[in-house]
């Protein structure tokens, strides 16, 4: 197992466009999540899946975001008429459902800029 | 709600130098605490963690104690490497069914020959 790919890793789009960005999860790991980095910031949680079901959701999650996770494997982010204001690095994380101990393991991100 | 503070950064030692980056925290009950890191170019790793009071995370040379009466969870090496350059967060993970990290802003290392 290579860990949790996201793809792309890069993405320049014009403000208004949507974009979809996708995260391939640890094969045995049935929880999911997304988080967003701003430079110079750590981390914020954006929202989390166990198995195909989303549990939470963070309020920086706006009405322009949308996130799936359809069979309960690869997941999907996807931002509607994109703003300056979205740029960022957005990052997967897994983990078992083993408890609440659980070490979460991210993937590289996708970088996401917004002109 | 749940927050980290972690020191300002940068943070530049020479080599073989004493590391020590604070870390700080606000919850209710009994989080566990972690320390990640970032090196150049890659995602986000973890270094260490402490699940409950007093315990001590290790590993790579790198510690960290989880003090409840001070709140917080300090990372210490005793002799930092040029290999150790990266950037440093510390995050919690809320008791109960809470399952997202809170990390703090994060602390970049130079460490130089």
């Known amino acids: 197992d290579t860990g949790v790919s996201q793809d792309p890793r890069h993405k320049i789009t014009k403000r208004g466009q949507n974009v979809t960005f996708r995260c391939d999860p640890i094969s045995e790991h049935n929880r999911l999540y997304w988080y967003r980095q701003t430079l110079g910031q750590g981390p914020e949680f954006l929202t989390y899946?166990?198995?195909?079901?989303?549990?939470?959701k963070s309020r920086l999650l706006s009405d322009r975001f949308s996130a799936e996770r359809p069979k309960g494997s690869f997941s999907t982010l996807e931002i509607q008429r994109t703003e300056q204001g979205d740029s960022a690095m957005y990052l997967c994380a897994s983990s078992q459902d083993r408890g609440p101990y659980n070490e979460q393991f991210f993937g590289p991100g996708t970088r996401l800029t917004v002109l | 709600g749940n927050s980290v503070t972690q020191m300002e950064g940068p943070v530049t030692l020479s080599e073989e130098a004493f590391l020590t980056i604070n870390c700080t925290y606000t919850?209710?009950?009994?989080?566990?605490l972690f320390w990640y890191v970032q090196y150049p170019g890659e995602g986000l790793q973890l270094l260490l963690k402490a699940t409950k009071a007093d315990d001590k995370g290790s590993n790579k040379g790198f510690e960290a104690t989880y003090r409840k009466e001070t709140t917080s969870f300090h990372l210490e090496k005793g002799s930092v490497q040029v290999s150790d350059s990266a950037v440093y967060f510390c995050a919690l993970r809320g008791p109960g069914t809470a399952s997202k990290l809170t990390f703090g802003t994060g602390t970049r290392l130079q460490v130089t020959l």
């Open positions: 899946f166990q198995n195909e079901a989303q549990l939470e």
């Open positions: 919850a209710t009950g009994y989080p566990s």
